[in-house]
Nanobody
């Protein structure tokens, strides 16, 4: 069983920055890790992925302000978000596919005030 624990969310003003963290309970150096978000009243959407080799990909709307990274020694994946906008308000989740299953964390709330 894989446990993913997100942290780092909060209430920030527009233009601010946050770094979200997702700590995994098991070694994940060979796993791709992804971040998703779910805005209020909307469906969950993919934001970014980092492969085991460090290759990154982003949804078009996130390419210029979001950075995904990983620290395999800490079994942690990060999402740096700069120049936050009110439309970034959402619950942010990390995801891992392992053992033929999709694992999700409980999410961390990001709220951006204008």
């Amino acid at each position: 069983q894989v446990q993913l624990v997100e942290s780092g969310g909060g209430l920030v003003q527009a233009g601010g920055s946050l770094r979200l963290s997702c700590a995994a309970s098991a070694t994940f150096s060979d796993k791709a890790m992804s971040w998703y978000r779910q805005p209020p009243g909307k469906q969950r959407e993919w934001v970014a992925t980092i492969t085991s080799s460090g290759f990154t990909s982003y949804v078009d709307s996130a390419k210029d302000r979001f950075t995904i990274s990983r620290d395999n020694a800490k079994n942690t994946v990060y999402l740096q978000i700069n120049s936050l906008k009110p439309e970034d308000t959402a619950v942010y989740y990390c995801r891992q596919i392992s053992g033929g299953r999709v694992w999700w964390g409980q999410g961390t709330q990001v709220s951006v005030s204008s």
